[in-house]
Nanobody, 118 residues
Framework: QVQVAESGGGLVQPGGSLRLSCVVS????????MRWHRQAPGKERELVAG????????YYLDSVKGRFTVSRDNEKNTVYLQMNSLKPEGTAVYYC???????????WGQGTQVTVAS
C-alpha cells in the first residue's frame, strides 16, 4: 500500500523557519523524482521545489530561491523542505509529490498546512 505522509507544518511568524518532511512507503523511493507543491487559498497549486532521484540536482520556484532547500535521504525514504525567511505569501497547504517519468506514475500526499502570520 502506497503512503505519502507530510509533516512539519504549522504556524510561524514572518521571518521564521519550518522544516517539512515527507515519508513514503509502498514504492521504490529512489526511482522517483520528489517535488514539493503548494496551494494557497483561491490560487492554483504551484511547484515549489524538486529534487532528482539521487539528490544531485534540484530546482526551485523563483520566489523561494535562496530561502528554501530541498533534500532527500534515500535510506530513510524521506524528502525534506527547509523553509527559511518565511513570508506571509508562503501561507498554503504544502504537498509532497513523487513522480516517475519512466512509467508515468505519481503519488501525492494529503498535504500539510503552513501559516505565516504574526
Amino acid at each position: 500500500q502506497v503512503q505519502v505522509a507530510e509533516s512539519g507544518g504549522g504556524l510561524v511568524q514572518p521571518g521564521g523557519s519550518l522544516r517539512l518532511s515527507c515519508v513514503v512507503s509502498g514504492f521504490t523511493f529512489s526511482r522517483y523524482e520528489m517535488r514539493w507543491h503548494r496551494q494557497a487559498p483561491g490560487k492554483e497549486r504551484e511547484l515549489v521545489a524538486g529534487i532528482t532521484l539521487s539528490g544531485g540536482d534540484w530546482y526551485y520556484l523563483d520566489s523561494v530561491k535562496g530561502r528554501f532547500t530541498v533534500s532527500r535521504d534515500n535510506e530513510k525514504n524521506t524528502v525534506y523542505l527547509q523553509m527559511n525567511s518565511l513570508k506571509p505569501e508562503g501561507t498554503a497547504v504544502y504537498y509532497c509529490h513523487a513522480w516517475n517519468s519512466n512509467i508515468q506514475r505519481n503519488y501525492w500526499g494529503q498535504g500539510t498546512q503552513v501559516t505565516v502570520a504574526s
